[in-house]
């Protein structure tokens, strides 16, 4: 039988651990603009010490006032110091239930919380795409049951306006037939917009022509049965299997390139995104020079009056203490957002003096830079660029670039110039936009061409690079 013994050993081992203040760091350096004002705004509500700068003309209004309100308004702080001491005294004893009062306060006024309420009547909220589907479901008389089908099948309804469950297993679901849920979604097949809860895109694009009276026309029976064969350009066989010719169809093709194929789209409730530039670059004679626009952001410091606080010798040391934490952590928001500023300042330059020919030029004369290069120059570590760049914009003269935009590989001509891989994909979509639409250009016509021009550029290179583009293949892009 083996013995069991318990035994205790030591073992030293060395490993790296991130501290709050560098995880705030990275989140401050990653965070766009508009997400790094929230969290400023969050700071200045949690911490009592941090407080917001006034801008530039609320200073210069402040000191223009009259020496009877500052001193009006001195013996006003002393007593408010004098409350914020016993609040302070208070708060040490259990800070946990604190809650930090609003920078922003000030006296309400009698007629504030009238106005407060009718500003939030006033906030409209846009319904999803399945709230305004089950509107319409409610002005039709319909038995229960069938409702309850149509509410089934909106509920499994997508953003694009497809239905995406198996009839089937909608069926099991309401304990019902097939042909019951059939029914059920004929009726949601008649709301708006015509092609909601089609199944696929033939089906959408004929309900659509059924809405507009063109169910029996050609173009409906194209979509019923030479799908395919667009999606592949096959034209002649087209025309030739309806009977029409191609002056014909290309009428007729019209018609169905007037169809969406995403009616959900128009139902959509997404909300537009909102992009602010980081940086303004501007020429002055023959240079460029970029500018942080940090106007968005607060302007943030330590209250001058906490300061004063712990100078004085009567305030508890649990208050004493729990002040200097709350000085700390904000002196760390301070100097993150100040370093912040700077690297992303820093990496901005390095794009200027790398990419002046883009800026000076175009898009056909952008540089390969990569990261790890930028950091070699900063002595920074490469995902600290990443991080840096992330859903950053820079406004130029030739409009709104994402800072990622200016970092690609490249490739080397015969000559020795060095050209970004943006570069190159610039040339072929002009080579292809300037191409006879009858004999469009392969990948293997754009590699040769680009060969002539000293760019050693493999067809699969081509190929990839126009797929990037959204162009497609030379087969489907000729036209008839």
Known sequence: ?????????????????????????????QAPLLELQAKITQELA???????????????????????????????????QD???????????????????????RPAAPDDDEKRKHYYDSITEELSLQEQLLEQLRFLECDPKTEELAELIIGSIDERGY??????????????????????????????PPGIGARDLKECLLLQLRAKGRKNSKAAEIVEHYLDELGSNKLPFVARKVGVSMDKLEKI???????????????????????????????????????????TLPRIRISEKYLKMLEDPSLPPDAKEYIKNKILQGKNIIRCVDQRKETIRQIADIILDSQYDFFEKGVEFLKPLTMQQVAD???????????????????????????????????????GEELSNRSVMKKIQDMIKKEDSGRPLSDQDIADMLKKEGL?????????????????????????
């Open 1 to 29: 039988m083996v013995e069991q013994t318990l035994q205790q050993t030591q073992q030293l081992k060395q490993e790296q651990v991130i501290t709050h203040q560098q995880i705030q760091s990275l989140e401050i350096l």
């Open 46 to 80: 949690q911490n009592p010490v941090l407080e917001q700068e006034a801008p530039l003309g609320d200073e210069l209004l402040a000191e223009n006032d009259s020496d009877e309100d500052a001193g009006e308004r001195n013996k006003q702080d002393g007593g408010d």
């Open 83 to 105: 409350e914020k001491l016993a609040e302070l005294v208070q708060l040490a004893e259990s800070w946990q239930n604190y809650l930090p009062p609003s920078h922003s306060f």
């Open 163 to 192: 239905l995406r469950s198996n009839l089937k297993d909608l069926a099991t679901v309401g304990m019902v037939s097939v042909q019951e849920m059939e029914k059920a979604l004929k009726i949601v097949h008649g709301f708006e």
């Open 253 to 295: 093709l019209a018609e169905i390139r007037s169809l969406n194929p995403y009616p959900g789209s128009l139902l959509s409730s997404e909300s537009p995104v909102f992009i602010v530039p980081e940086l303004v670059v501007e020429k002055k004679g023959e240079e460029y020079i970029v500018q942080p626009k940090n106007d």
């Open 377 to 415: 120059k900063l002595d920074i570590h490469e995902t600290t660029v990443s991080r840096a760049i992330s859903n950053k914009f820079m406004q130029t003269p030739s409009g709104l670039f994402e800072l990622k935009y200016f970092f690609s590989p490249g490739f080397q001509s015969d000559s």
């Open 456 to 480: 050693p550029v493999a067809r699969r290179t081509v190929a990839k690079y126009r797929e990037e583009l959204g162009i497609l293949s030379s087969r489907i892009r000729k036209e008839f």
